[in-house]
């Protein structure tokens, strides 16, 4: 496995391998890699001849009050995790080099960033799909590989790559989940004992919305109403948006399907956690 920073050495790399005929797999992240990362690297090995995994805590999509000078790192073990997914490429970019003196270009995908994290989080999704137009651009990336726990960064991605004729193939994978429920994210490294435990509200709010869903409750409000008492149930937790949108347009909607998604996130003391489902799939 080669670990590359720099990143004229990097594209060069990705143009003369895609040269010899190989197609890049590629997965973008921010490093302190857990089994979510893990599962999108396994699939990555099996969708390319070369495998690119990055690690770039992106600092342009963080706001001016958040985590980024404590987003956690560890790269020695991410470099193991990486070793033993079979990743040939891990880039590491400083963000010196990403963002030098005069950089002044960015992306905006309007509509679906409006809502939801985009509401919460203002010019996260600029920052996010400016960064994964540059390393689609710097790695050459014929397929790039996404979660769905972050499901609005995946539908930005998509519509980006569309918009802009990225001659890149974007996958949605499923949400990995801890055996009790929580959906993995390096985030959760910051929650107290207690907070882990009130974190369980998340998953909880979206099982009992299922639930109802499936007994054949459609009003979008009243399934509303069954997510907002369950994580009320939980005195730590403190609701940021929770929201039954389109899971394609992530517009509003008054009547649930197949396909709405329900979307939330939620702060347990200082870390915000989001989880989401489609209705009438799996947790
Ligand atoms: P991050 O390092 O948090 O920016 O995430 C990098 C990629 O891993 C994104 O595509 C995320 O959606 C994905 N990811 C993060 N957590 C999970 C999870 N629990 N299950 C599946 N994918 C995940």
Redesign the pocket.
Known sequence: MNIISNIEEMQQTALSLKRQGKTVAF???????????A??LREGRKRGDILVLSIFVNPIQFGKNEDLDSYPRDRERDCRTAEACGVDIVFTPDSAAMYPPGFQTGVTVRELTLPLCGASRPGHFDGVATVVAKLFSIVQADVA??????YQ??AVIRRMAADLNLPVQVLG?????EADGL?????NSYLSPAERQGALCLSRALVRVKERYAAGERSADTLKDVALAAIAQEPLATIDYLELRDGATLEPLQTADNGTILALAVKLGQTRLIDNTLLGEEL
């Open positions: 997965v973008p992240t921010m490093g302190y890699l857990h089994e979510g990362h599962s999108l590989l996404f979660g769905r726990k972050d960064q995946l994978m499923p949400i990995i989940r959906a993995m994210s390096s985030r």
